[in-house]
């Protein structure tokens, strides 16, 4: 599947419409393996926004317990920037223009950055506990809400058309988004 990456983009659609490669797609996903990782994965994910809203909030709670949602985030966020990294890695390997149509994908671009911004939050709000930043959190927050999206983008066909054509819509209207918002602020 990966060397249909070699190409064009209307070929691509039209060989990943035949029965074969439908076929190979749902025998790999449906492994256990694989719906394993997937579910690691959003169980995960979810802990991360709890967690990561935790930690940002500030509390008058001084107990030893109050350090650890900053722990759990960090130690999540190390595995998905490892997950991401090993995923870039592997997909260069494979070739320049499937590593590049990684980077071009605007679900990858929301993941890699509600990473990096989690990371600079989460490290922020442990080093100046008295100075938050809730309009940060709010943003990454926001970008972790997308990457749920995503998990339910792969889980559900139907779902998947749904959000697909939401996020149509929101990159037609993004012109529109920034005047909007130049006029408000």
């Known amino acids: 599947v990966p060397i249909l990456f070699v190409l064009e ?8 419409a035949t029965p074969l490669v439908w076929h190979v797609l749902e025998v790999v996903l449906s492994r256990p393996f694989v ?4 579910g690691i994965d959003l169980v995960l994910h979810v802990t991360l926004m709890i967690t990561f809203r935790n930690s940002v909030t500030p509390t008058k709670d001084d107990s030893a317990f109050s350090s650890i949602p900053t722990q759990v985030v960090t130690q999540i966020t190390i595995y998905f920037l490892v997950r991401k990294i090993a995923e870039a890695v592997s997909l260069l390997q494979i070739s320049r223009r499937v590593f590049t149509s990684y980077l071009a994908d605007i679900w990858n671009l929301f993941d890699v950055l509600a990473i990096l911004l989690t990371v600079i939050a989460n490290s922020y709000a442990s080093t100046n506990p008295d100075d938050q930043r809730p309009n940060l959190n709010a943003f990454i927050l926001a970008l ?8 339910l983008k792969a889980i559900n066909v139907q779902m998947a058309t749904f959000i697909l054509s939401v996020m149509r819509i929101i ?8 005047v909007l918002a130049v006029i408000i602020m």
């Open 35 to 38: 719906i394993g990782i997937v």
């Open 144 to 151: 972790l809400w997308f990457k749920v999206l995503s998990f």
């Open 171 to 178: 990159f037609d209207i993004r012109f529109f988004a920034i």
């Open 9 to 16: 983009a209307s070929e691509i659609e039209r060989a990943a």
